[in-house]
């Protein structure tokens, strides 16, 4: 694999200098500050990753305060304590984005939050405390025992909480196969993944970077060039 200093270089020469690429890769994440958020605004977050899945985000980002009343703010177990009347009635909510499957994993996730939270003293310590080089197992455990979590919506709630997480984007992983790691032009095997999960490590090793930034550079490196100001516009930041 190549050194990480020319796949930076690259993306750097794309966005236009590396002082232009330093200001799109976002802030530091902390994954010992993750143990300090509550656990409604984990579920916050992780419902509003899922709505967010296959939907256009401004639009769930503009609702969503109409989300946050509809969910009576997403505390776990006042959530827990409500009848099926609460959760049908939701769906015809004009509040929200009435669609059944979603409302019902806010449910199975806050008994998901609440067993976890009881279990380790709080579900943000439960994340603070798993292996920074482990993404690939934590992504396996949120998809097996969480409600919609797996693939990419598990990894983006792991970064909008500011976990160290990198994303498996299409650019992400040519990135990747260009510079020479042998896999699939989607990648979602164990296998895969976990060759991914060596490679930023070693990058991450090496470097001194976090595994986000590692991440961005490479998919800002290669695919379609978009904009510094289309990107931030993107990310929202």
Do not use: C
């Not at 994440?29 to 296959?54: K, Q, Y």
């Not at 405390?129 to 990419?152: E, T, V």
């Amino acid at each position: 694999m190549p050194d990480f200093a020319k796949i930076r270089a690259r993306a750097a020469k794309r966005k236009g200098g590396e002082a232009a690429l330093a200001t799109l890769l976002g802030p530091m994440p902390d994954n010992a500050a993750v143990a300090d958020i509550t656990d409604d605004r984990i579920l916050s977050t992780m419902a509003e990753r899922v709505f967010a899945a296959g939907f256009v985000w401004r639009v769930i980002e503009q609702k969503w305060p109409g989300f946050e009343e509809a969910f009576l703010r997403f505390e776990p177990k006042r959530l827990l304590f409500q009848p099926d009347d609460f959760w049908h009635d939701l769906t015809a909510d004009k509040r929200i984005v009435r669609n059944p499957q979603k409302i019902k994993s806010v449910r199975d996730n806050a008994a998901f939050v609440e067993r976890v939270s009881t279990e380790h003293g709080g579900f943000g310590k439960f994340l603070a405390d798993w292996p920074a080089d482990d993404q690939i197992g934590l992504m396996a455990y949120l998809g097996k025992h969480g409600s919609r979590l797996g693939g990419n919506t598990g990894q983006y709630f792991l970064r909008w909480l500011e976990w160290d997480a990198f994303i498996v984007s299409a650019d992400m992983a040519a990135a990747l196969r260009d510079a020479g790691l042998d896999i699939a032009e989607s990648p979602t095997s164990k296998k895969d993944l976990d060759k991914i999960q060596n490679q930023i490590n070693a990058w991450a090793a090496e470097t001194g970077l976090p595994r986000r930034h590692i991440s961005r550079i490479l998919a800002m490196s290669i695919g379609e060039n978009h904009s510094p100001e289309a990107l931030r516009e993107y990310m929202g930041e």
